[in-house]
């Protein structure tokens, strides 16, 4: 007899998620709604509702009117049987979110940082922050996810100090300093991943399973999927690009070496005076003008580009940052992508630019607190 048939717990479970994500995605809806959107029989939809209602995950609201047929009642998630939490660490500061399953942003809290950002004054503000969210929240926090703007140890969720890093001055244990916090481990990430995540679900990138995401901004880094699944390395450090080899070129000289593109950039004067973060408004002026340091600095940046797209075959290379996103940027990345043999991709600009990092946490988050209630694994890869 066979034994790998799918248990009825397991299909229950199936049915339940599908029917829970239907209602969430709606905001509100009736059982006929759900069977009508998730395609399953009336009869699977009325016990999926009914095992939802016992565990609070779904309550019964205003009775519908008018319509042919007797009146229902709307369905619509309770907050009070769990949310999520989405936080940002950035050079701004840190921001979070306390999400509903369907999606609201239920809370918001911020705490200011100033430069230099050592690991003391971003754990307070981390745990300040995520400590307000959990009491901010109707419910327990069933999921939570964390982005910072450094490179993420996947094995243990420590940030990653490195030489040239412009955010964080040392390393940092956010799972640790956290664990007395949340009720759950929250998953970190670096903030370019989390950006490649929300282009993925709601921008440029829907669909592409193969893709190159370069962030140029204060700081430079890399995410990439491959094969429709996240690729991070084995500590997290892949897509370090300001460690990439380009050409190096002073701006009072001609002459050209070898370097990194961190190296490229201080040698073309972009770099903020006393602090290793790129001064994006100076650069931003001179791509403007055209003149020959922005150039030069261009070309490196297509360099670096063609490096990773040899290296990697993506389908499609997304430019995002304040000077990723810029004509002078894109046009060079194009024309040494497309006269290089072989190569074959799109170039394309992010679509979404605000708060990419924490949209990206937010798409996790919210995947991650539905897995809550279902025996599936989360349905976003990590």
């Given at each position: ?9 397991l ?5 339940d ?32 509702v ?12 205003e ?24 936080v ?6 840190v ?13 918001t ?11 003391g ?6 745990t300040?922050?995520c400590?307000?969210?959990t009491?901010d929240s ?8 964390v ?9 243990t ?6 030489p ?8 940092l ?7 007395d916090v949340?009720?759950?481990?929250p ?28 962030y ?6 890399a ?18 690009i ?8 002073d701006?009072?000289?001609r ?8 190296e ?5 004067g972009?770099l903020?005076d ?7 408004a100076?650069?931003?002026?001179d ?25 990697l ?10 000077w990723?996103?810029h004509?002078?940027?894109v046009e ?36 991650e ?14």
């Amino acid at each position: 007899m066979p034994t790998d048939l799918p248990s009825l717990d397991l299909l229950r479970s199936l049915s339940d998620r599908h029917v829970l994500a239907a209602v969430a995605a709606a905001g509100r809806l009736t059982r006929a709604g759900a069977a009508t959107t998730t395609g399953l029989s009336k009869p699977t939809v009325s016990q999926s509702v009914a095992r939802l209602l016992d565990l609070g995950v779904l309550v019964e609201g205003e009775r519908t009117a008018g319509g042919r047929g007797r009146a229902g009642t709307y369905l619509t998630v309770n907050d009070a049987a769990g949310c999520a939490l989405a936080v940002q660490a950035g050079p701004e500061g840190v921001v979070g979110e306390v999400l509903a399953l369907d999606g609201r942003i239920l809370a918001t809290r911020r705490r200011a940082l100033h430069a230099p950002v050592t690991p003391g004054s971003l754990g307070r503000a981390l745990t300040a922050v995520c400590r307000a969210l959990t009491e901010d929240s109707p419910g327990p926090v069933r999921a939570a996810a964390v982005s910072v703007a450094d490179p993420v140890d996947r094995r243990t969720g420590r940030v990653v100090e490195l030489p040239e890093s412009p955010f964080l001055v040392g390393e940092l244990d956010p799972v640790g300093l956290l664990a007395d916090v949340l009720p759950v481990r929250p998953v970190v990430d670096n903030d370019v991943s989390w950006a490649l995540l929300a282009e993925r679900t709601e921008g440029t990138a829907q669909g592409v399973d193969d893709v190159l995401h370069l962030y140029l901004d204060e700081g430079m880094g890399a995410a990439m999927w491959a094969g429709g699944r996240p690729l991070h390395g084995a500590r997290g450090l892949a897509g370090e690009i300001a460690y990439s080899r380009t050409f190096v070129r002073d701006r009072t000289s001609r002459t050209t070496r070898s370097g990194t593109l961190m190296e490229c950039v201080a040698a073309l004067g972009y770099l903020t005076d006393g602090a290793k973060s790129i001064d994006v408004a100076s650069l931003l002026e001179d791509l403007d003008r055209g003149t020959g340091q922005a150039r030069t600095l261009a070309g490196a940046v297509a360099e670096v580009a063609l490096a990773q797209a040899y290296l990697l075959d993506p389908e499609l290379v997304v430019l995002s940052g304040r000077w990723g996103r810029h004509t002078g940027i894109v046009e060079a990345v194009t024309t040494v992508l497309g006269d290089a043999g072989g190569v074959a991709t799109t170039v394309a600009v992010a679509q979404v630019t605000d708060d990419a990092p924490l949209t990206g946490a937010r798409i996790f988050a919210l995947g991650e607190l539905l897995a809550t209630w279902s025996a599936e694994p989360g349905g976003v890869p990590r």
